[in-house]
Structures are given as C-alpha cells and as structure tokens.
C-alpha cells in the first residue's frame, strides 16, 4: 500500500500535467517544418510533435532500442520529448557515461517508489553516482531496515518496472514543488536550497 502523503501528491501532479498537456497541444497546433541533424544525415520533423524516438525509428530499430538518451543541441534532451526547432541530435546508449547517469538516476526513482512503498518514510536524496545510484530515506523511529528486507525490496522495484510507468518531464514552479512535497521537509529543503 501507499503512504497517504502519495495521493496528494499524485492528485497534484495530475492538475500540473493536465495544464502542460494543454499547452502542448496549443504549440503543436501551430508547429511548423523543422530539420534535424544527425551524424551523416538531416531529417525532418514538426516542431513540438516529432520525438527524438520517433526519429531514432527511422534511422534503425536497433538504435530506438538501445537509445538511453539523446543530445538536442549539446543539451541532455528526454528521448519521447518532442523537438522544439531545427537541431543537431545525438543518440546516446548505455556505453556513454551521460546515458549511464540518465540511466541510473530513473533506477533512483524506481527505487525511490519501492521504498515508499515498503517502508513509508520520506525521500531525502538519490543522486546516481559512479557505477550505480542510491535513494537515502528518513523514517523517523518508526522502523529499522534490515539486509534480510533486500529481496522484498528488489521484487517491489520488478513489480513498479513490470508496470512500464512512464517516465515524463513536466516543468514547474518552485511554488508548485513546494506544495506537492510539503509533507517532505528534506525535498523542501533541497528544492529551497
């Protein structure tokens, strides 16, 4: 089950995401032409429609697989977010340190639900770090965690990972952070911070 402090959340980010959705929608339908450039070619796409993946489909199936991430302009760019004017891409796979940070830090996340899940505390941080990623977690005396909990951890991580949840980008204000992480005075902090 989930901490109830998690359907506030939820119920919040929702309301935020529907708004950004409608704003992408309003950009889509006023997208335009745009060329992207890729080592070797130049594609087209629309502006605020056509996704790094989408393109990634086109060069090979086996590049859409094995992309982590991409480069939009030298920027870290979220593979499923839509392309915003012309730009030179890059593809990034697993091999490349950039991917691998990318790579471990929505394993955090994943992480992160599971132990929420399993032990109800707050999130404080989970950066990715060198080969890996961790997520520290206050619990305030209410329980110790234990090495034998390990597997029950791992199979909760399996289980949010069977689910294919998204993962999306949503922008937002500090304000807004700030009220969906109330009940976390260590998110806060680091969002103050």
Not at 26 to 33: E, H, K, L
Not at 152 to 163: G, H, I, Q, S, W
């Amino acid at each position: 089950p989930w901490p109830g402090y998690v359907e506030q959340r939820l119920r919040l980010y929702e309301e935020l995401k529907k708004e950004s959705d409608a704003l992408s929608a309003r950009r889509a339908a006023q997208s335009g032409a745009i060329s992207v450039e890729l080592p070797g070619r130049r594609l087209k796409g629309r502006a605020w429609i056509t996704t790094p993946y989408q393109l990634a489909c086109q060069v090979s199936r086996s590049l859409a697989q094995e992309a982590v991430v991409c480069r939009v302009g030298g920027q870290l760019w979220d593979l499923d977010r839509p392309l915003e004017q012309d730009c030179s891409l890059e593809f990034l796979c697993f091999d490349h340190e950039d991917a691998q940070a990318v790579y471990w830090h929505s394993s955090a996340h994943v992480l992160g639900e599971a132990m929420e899940r399993f032990y109800g505390g707050c999130l404080c941080y989970g950066p990715p770090v060198e080969n890996g990623f961790y997520y520290d977690m206050f619990l305030d005396g209410q329980r110790g965690v234990s090495s034998t909990e390990l597997g029950d951890l791992e199979a909760l991580c399996r289980t949010v990972m069977k689910e294919k949840q998204p993962f999306e980008r949503l922008e937002v204000s500090k304000e807004a952070l700030l009220e969906m992480f109330q009940y976390n005075q260590f998110k806060c902090r680091i969002l103050k911070e």
